[in-house]
């Protein structure tokens, strides 16, 4: 005999489809901090690949989630359980994604920085084997200008496609793909010479 | 061949990069949610509560202060001097003052054991008899055992003074005042600047000041317009009007001239030459008050410690729109000897009951003059309650230098300014 956890808590168990629901028709504080808790990682994972800075990271987080719980009424879907939940991970990160290019460019940084040249690039250890991790693609991350990370997030990652990008960046397409191609070209010789730098050990 | 699968590798290493990194997922960091709700849930909501409810604060106390300043200004009385000045130095009724002659006429059947000479019997009953036609006003009286050891200096009466204070100022000459600008009309200057600084709100700061002070002689209300203008990080050079109504004493030092304006020197005199007959000639002066109503434009040099402290220095420009002085008098009278009806027991001299009255004087030494006037020092705190909103409490102190130091009034004040900022 099994027993699903949140019916024997009652009223207590939430889920992220109820939270949603909930939040979105009378803006229940519980529903909130439910979603918060359960999309925190999931935010905060998006807005670190934008900026390198960790509280600039969490300022965006919060702000997302400030977005997201103002506008939530307007998160329509019909669909229920996991394929509602897939959509509301999806909609909130477009809510991330917008509020980071936001960031990066009242910065106004986000052009300035791409006439790095490629000697500019710190040769950074990356320490690669079998797998990658997380931890060592945004290490090689990190080493892009930010015009050329963003694309790169927002192309390869987020699935956006060049026309969503140059709109969103207000850059003309063929930037665009020129930029991603060569965010990908030195993300390729980053990778190599971390290789070469743990095989040299 | 070769290229291909450079390329087929390269791009699989982009994928799993993307893919890499879509699936991670950050952990929850403990204290976030609480730390969110804290920074961007109810507090802030309290927050601007607050900024809205300083706001109306703040409003309605520089309108209650333009309009106290504003119905000062309306003339409503405009007594005669000489008519005004008519007190009663015993500051008694009507009724009071024929119970009195009713006493006196008994006193003089009754076997006078008090040695008096009746010269002097006869100057009181006249001054019972001139007080009974004039105006009186009710003032402060002191019993007599009390009242004889008192000094002189301890005679201020503070009620007759706040009476005063209230009181509408002399004007001898209406139109003249009239034609004069009030002091709010008196700021063209002051307005212009405020526009200026809403064009460059980078580097000027505004603030609305309501600002409480203290003289020797009381607590007076003032408030006004403050503008600074950022010269660096550290300093700003601030300046602005503001409008006060200062209840000043006398310096200390300084020769008492009040003018004895009760005194009807067209009073036929009788009687024994020698023996006082006129009731104001009983009177000595013990101290000259004023009220005074300034405008005061400052100059300030303000150094700032932090973003929140900043101390300032800095001269102020005063004109005085509008003085009313008032004189204080004791009057030293044996009247109660008579209202008894029998002095026999009572020593004529320790009975003497002393009487305290005050009245306007008929000049204005003060008003229109213009002086380069204080020394102002002040130290402030500011408090910001939004980004664009603050509030700072400013204790200051003003020291009068060159001729409105040498003035006969003590313009010496301190207090504390309330500045809204914006």
């Not at chain 1, 997380?134 to 090689?140: P, Q, S, W």
């Not at chain 2, 991670?24 to 961007?40: D, L, N, S, T, V």
């Not at chain 2, 109306?56 to 409503?76: D, H, I, K, R, S």
Request: aromatic share 8%; charged share 25%; hydrophobic share 35%.
């Amino acid at each position: 005999m099994s027993f699903n956890i949140r019916y024997l808590k009652g009223r207590h168990a939430l889920s992220l489809e109820s939270a949603v629901k909930g939040c979105a028709q009378d803006g229940d504080e519980r529903s909130k901090e439910f979603i918060y808790k359960a999309c925190y990682g999931y935010v905060r994972a998006i807005t670190l690949r934008y900026v390198k800075n960790e509280h600039d990271a969490e300022e965006l987080t919060n702000e997302s989630f400030i977005r997201a719980f103002s506008k939530i009424g307007t998160f329509n879907s019909t669909e229920s359980g996991e394929r509602l939940e897939k959509s509301f991970r999806a909609w909130l990160a477009r809510i991330a994604v917008n509020i980071s290019i936001d960031f990066l460019r009242a910065r106004k940084q986000l052009l300035a920085l791409d006439e790095v040249s490629e000697g500019d690039l710190e040769q950074q250890r990356v320490e690669v084997s079998g797998e990658l991790h997380v931890e060592d693609i945004m290490k090689l991350l990190a080493q892009l200008p930010e015009i050329q990370r963003a694309i790169f997030n927002l192309y390869e990652v987020e699935g956006y496609s060049h026309e969503e990008v140059s709109a969103l960046l207000s850059i003309p397409e063929s930037t665009s793909r020129t930029y991603l191609t060569r965010a990908k070209k030195k993300l390729r010789k980053l990778y190599l010479a971390s290789i070469n730098i743990t095989a040299g050990i | 061949m070769g290229e291909m699968k450079e390329g087929d590798h390269n791009n699989e290493l982009i994928h799993r990069m993307a893919e890499t990194l879509r699936q991670h997922i950050e952990p929850y960091r403990p204290g976030a949610w609480e730390q969110f709700k804290a920074q961007y849930g109810q507090p802030k909501r309290t927050v601007s509560a607050l900024v809205r409810y300083a706001g109306w604060v703040a409003a309605a106390m520089l309108l209650v202060v333009c309009g106290w300043f504003l119905f000062n200004q309306t003339p409503e009385n405009n007594l005669d001097t000489s008519r005004t000045a008519a007190e009663s130095p015993m500051g008694q009724s009507g009724s009071e003052l024929r119970e009195a002659k009713r006493a006196t006429q008994r006193a003089e059947e009754s076997a006078p054991a008090v040695a008096m000479p009746t010269d002097r019997k006869e100057s009181i009953r006249r001054l019972a008899l001139v007080n009974d036609q004039e105006e009186t006003v009710p003032v402060s009286r002191v019993p007599s055992a009390e009242a004889a050891e008192m000094p002189v200096a301890a005679a201020e009466t503070p009620v007759v003074e706040q009476r005063a204070a209230r009181e509408e100022p002399l004007r001898t000459d209406r139109q003249a005042q009239a034609d004069r600008p009030g002091p709010l009309e008196a700021l063209p200057m002051e307005r212009e600047a405020v526009r200026t600084a809403r064009r460059h709100t980078g580097k000027w700061d505004l603030g609305l000041v309501v600002s409480p002070s203290l003289t020797t002689e009381r607590v007076n209300m003032g408030g006004g317009i403050t503008v600074a203008y950022r010269l660096s990080e550290k300093f700003s050079l601030s300046s602005g009007a503001s409008i006060g109504e200062w209840g000043l004493a006398q310096q200390a030092g300084t020769p008492q001239y009040a003018q004895r304006a009760s005194l009807d020197v067209n009073e036929p005199v009788t009687g024994n030459a020698g023996f006082i007959t006129d009731a104001s000639q009983y009177k000595e002066v013990t101290a000259v008050t004023s009220n005074v109503l300034a405008l005061d434009i400052p100059l300030d040099l303000r150094y700032h410690f932090t973003d929140r402290f900043y101390t300032s220095a800095g001269i102020s420009f005063v004109t005085i729109l509008n003085e009313q002085r008032t004189n204080h008098f004791i009057d030293r009278i044996n009247q109660p000897t008579f209202g008894e009806g029998n002095s026999s027991h009572k020593d004529p001299v320790a009975s003497t009951q002393a009487v305290y009255s005050s009245e306007r004087a008929g000049v204005q030494p003060l008003e229109g003059k213009g002086y380069a006037g204080f020394v102002n020092f002040s130290v402030g705190r500011t408090v910001p309650l939004s980004r664009r909103v603050s509030i700072s409490l400013e204790p200051y102190f003003k020291l009068p230098v060159g001729r409105l130091s040498r003035e006969d009034m003590d313009f010496t004040n301190g207090g504390i300014r309330i500045i809204t900022g914006f």
